[in-house]
């Protein structure tokens, strides 16, 4: 096995579920000669978690260290966790998140074969009993990467595994300046990717989300499909002048009206429509960050 040491990251912010996430790591199947270390960044303003967390590392014998990152800033949290990291790769949870008893070896697995130097796992969401059917049935909540030309370009921290000598070669840092409005995970991989770097994905190496209430409208989605087509236009307008940015506008333009018209010719079946308007929003979100708009502030 590649690594001796893993370091596993989780952020929180004022969710008792990370108990049930911390749990989850304590009963990951490792190879022999691997060791687990555990660092939780706490990212409230006080050091709400800090009892809760250490009462779970006691209760599952980890060996936890409790970072308190007081901005509520996702970006700071999770800088907080490369800074503490010692291990051979450095692991991500959200705290909402339990991972399956496979997750870690599953990743470490990949990473070996591949010599990636991420490798990322998929999301696979849990919904709650009121969700719509039509919407459990769609999966909208699930992640997984995104193939373009058959290379993983951009990834997520809710389920990955890094390589920490990548993350030193490459000067990775979460841009704190992203950390309210999102697309820092987009900003963080892609710098990875653009430097040369390489992200493989493991099939089995499952985390589990539950969805909340909040998160089961139209509305939820078409705002998170939007904030990631301005994460795409932002990386537009570094990367193109003033006539390539209007070629864009044209084309992610002539892609939302392609998706209304997908709409209305799927106005029978919710899910189809669905899947046309969130497909929509995202090319707008393009629109609106080339054009210059303010980006949407989801968090």
């Known amino acids: 096995m590649i690594a001796s040491v893993v370091s596993v990251a989780v952020c929180t912010y004022r ?13 990951q199947e490792l190879p022999e000669g691997v060791r687990v270390e555990v660092i939780v960044a706490d990212n409230d303003t006080g050091r709400e978690a800090e009892a809760r967390v250490l009462a779970a590392a006691e209760l599952h014998g980890l060996s936890v260290a409790y970072v308190h990152a007081p901005e509520r ?64 049935a769609a999966d909208f909540h699930s992640t997984a990467p995104t193939f373009t030309n058959g290379r993983i370009l951009k990834g997520y921290a809710g389920n990955v595994l890094i390589r920490r000598s990548a993350i030193e070669r490459y000067g990775l840092r979460f841009d704190p300046a992203l950390g309210r409005m999102g697309g820092e995970d987009d900003a963080f991989f892609y710098r990875l990717t653009d430097g040369g770097g390489s992200i493989g994905y493991a099939r089995d190496a499952v985390a589990y989300e539950p969805v909340t209430p909040a998160r089961l409208s139209l509305t939820w989605l078409l705002k998170r499909s939007f904030r990631t087509g301005q994460t795409h236009g932002s990386r537009l307008l570094v990367r193109r002048g003033w006539f390539a940015r209007g070629v864009q506008i044209a084309m992610a333009g002539a892609k939302v009206a392609l998706c209304l018209g997908g709409a209305l010719t799927a106005i029978g079946s919710v899910q189809s429509r669905t899947r046309w308007l969130v497909r929509g929003a995202l090319h707008a979100g393009a629109v609106a960050r080339l054009a210059g708009l303010k980006v949407l502030e989801l968090y």
């Open 15 to 27: 969710r008792p579920a990370v108990v049930a996430t911390l749990a989850s790591i304590a009963q």
């Open 73 to 136: 800033n996702i970006c700071v949290a999770r800088n907080a966790c490369l800074d503490a990291a010692t291990g051979d790769w450095l692991a991500f949870l959200d705290d909402d998140e339990t991972a399956g008893p496979g997750w870690l070896v599953a990743l470490l697995s990949q990473a070996e074969r591949s010599g990636c130097d991420a490798v990322l796992g998929p999301v696979k969401a849990t919904y709650p009993p009121q969700a719509p059917s039509w919407l459990v």
